[in-house]
């Protein structure tokens, strides 16, 4: 089983409990898609818990804590204090470390014909998918393109898995719909599993999700 999280978002309480219900469930690997720090206080220590898990994937915020933004008006104090807070927190080696595990983070991973991103298939880093994205057949034909059969993204922080009905039709299921598992058989598949540190779809619980190879589970931990 694979626990599949991201947009942690500097959340150290979510990420703490999401790891609790991890230790659970009889999870080999843990894929974090990324934004690791972000807007929440506790940035560093998430960074130091995330280091330990299998996989972990650039997202943009953390892209920005490296490189500077490129919207330099939205939350750039927020970066700034991050960055602040990268270069105070723990011995100069610690600082080091974690500020090579940063630069060393690729923004998509493999896993055979599952692909794994902070945002989109066709733009790793920066695109977001949103549910009403469905009705955009332009936008996701062009998404759905650009991978084989499974892509678990993050970023928008509303879970559910897209669908593609068919070459021109994609529906969006919430997870509420899925609540026994949702089986991957049969169409190409975007999921969306949420955020640990900061959740937009109304249910402030932290979410992730579960992967065995044939279902998707969505979990939110209180
Ligand atoms: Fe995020």
């Not at 150290?12 to 469930?25: H, P, S």
């Not at 630069?103 to 014909?113: A, Q, T």
């Not at 928008?156 to 529906?171: A, L, N, Q």
């Not at 997870?175 to 049969?186: L, S, T």
Request: proline share 6%; aromatic share 8%.
């Amino acid at each position: 089983m694979k626990a599949i999280l991201g947009d942690i978002d500097g959340n150290l309480e979510a990420l703490k409990a999401v790891l609790a219900d991890i230790e659970r469930q009889g999870v080999d690997s843990v894929c974090n898609l990324g934004d690791t720090l972000g807007y929440g206080p506790n940035p560093v220590e998430c960074l130091d818990l995330a280091m330990r898990m299998s996989v972990v994937l650039l997202g943009a915020f953390d892209h920005a804590v490296l490189f500077g933004s490129e919207s330099p008006r939205s939350g750039e104090d927020h970066l700034l204090w991050t960055q602040t807070q990268l270069e105070t927190i723990g011995e100069p080696a610690d600082q080091q470390r974690r500020r090579a595990f940063l630069s060393g983070l690729s923004s998509l991973h493999r896993d055979g014909n599952i692909l794994c991103v902070h945002g989109s298939p066709r733009d790793p880093l920066r695109e977001y998918v949103f549910p009403e994205d469905v009705y955009n057949l332009r936008k996701m034909s062009q998404i759905g393109a650009a991978f084989d059969r499974l892509c678990f993204v993050g970023k928008t922080h509303i879970p559910g898995v897209f669908i593609e009905r068919s070459p021109d039709g994609w529906e969006f299921v919430q997870p509420e719909e899925c609540d026994q598992g949702f089986h991957v058989v049969g169409h190409k598949l975007i999921c969306n599993v949420g955020s640990v540190g900061q959740p937009r779809d109304g249910d402030p619980r932290p979410c992730y999700a579960l992967f065995d190879g044939e279902r998707i589970w969505f979990r939110r931990v209180d």
